[in-house]
């Protein structure tokens, strides 16, 4: 079955760095969605991608979806210790009826 | 506007025994999700409403677990009877789904089950 892959699991950066989280996908993506959850919260939702090579921004956050329609990643300038917490990418299939599969998620670290 | 309504935020059992977890969603959202969270893990889909209708219920472990959603609006999780490995946060999300956009999730605060 489709599978979401992200990496890495954890990243540690200093206030100020840039932070990288992939995703990947086993099979070709109709669209996919970013979501970030604070420790102790639940997913909130950041953006959805559709199209192939399609790049938005928000702020200090860049998100791309790959020519292929396989893999995405976001992308933190300068990050702040308000980034903490984990980002999930949840790809969703073609021609499936519409149900996200959820990578299992980045942990971001910022130390001050 | 409220956003989407789970109780209870914490429930402790003890094995065999039944559990039930409750989910309003935003107003006007036709459909209704419920996931499990595993620690350290992403979301996991285990059920889906298109609004009284389970469209997607392929992951739901229907021996144990059953999910309800009578009059299209809020719905019950009931797990009979728990095993230790149930425990898990139990997420609600809701969404106005429309296939032609799929649209955002909105997530409840969860209930975090501990299973002893």
């Known amino acids: 079955g489709q599978q979401v892959m992200q990496i890495p699991q954890y990243q540690h950066v200093q206030e100020g760095e840039d932070f990288t989280t992939y995703c990947n996908s086993s099979?070709?993506?109709?669209?996919i969605q970013w979501y970030k959850q604070r420790p102790g919260g639940h997913p909130v939702f950041l953006i959805q991608?559709?199209?192939?090579?399609e790049v938005k921004k928000q702020k200090r956050l860049t998100f791309q979806f790959g020519e292929a329609k396989k893999n995405s990643s976001l992308h933190i300038t300068a990050t702040q210790t308000t980034d903490v917490g984990t980002y999930f990418c949840?790809?969703?299939?073609?021609?499936?009826?519409?149900?996200?599969?959820f990578g299992q998620g980045t942990t971001l670290q910022v130390k001050p | 506007e409220a956003g989407v309504v789970q109780s209870p935020r914490y429930k402790i059992i003890e094995k065999k025994q039944p559990v039930a977890f409750w989910c309003n969603p935003i107003?006007?959202?036709?459909?209704l999700y419920w996931y499990r969270q595993n620690l350290g893990q992403g979301p996991e889909l285990l059920i889906r409403?298109?609004?009284?209708?389970?469209?997607?219920d392929s992951q739901l472990p229907k021996d144990r677990f059953s999910a309800e959603r009578l009059k299209g609006v809020d719905s019950t999780l009931k797990i009979q009877p728990a095993e230790l490995g149930d425990s898990a946060v139990y997420l609600c999300?809701?969404?106005?789904?429309?296939?032609?956009?799929?649209?955002?999730?909105?997530f409840g605060p969860g209930t975090r089950l501990t299973v002893l």
């Open positions: 991608l559709v199209k192939s090579g």
């Open positions: 107003s006007g959202h036709n459909t």
């Open positions: 949840a790809g969703r299939g073609s021609g499936n009826t519409g149900k996200l599969i």
């Open positions: 999300a809701s969404s106005s789904f429309d296939r032609s956009a799929y649209n955002e999730q909105f």
């Open positions: 409403y298109e609004n009284e209708e389970a469209v997607d």
């Open positions: 099979t070709t993506l109709s669209n």
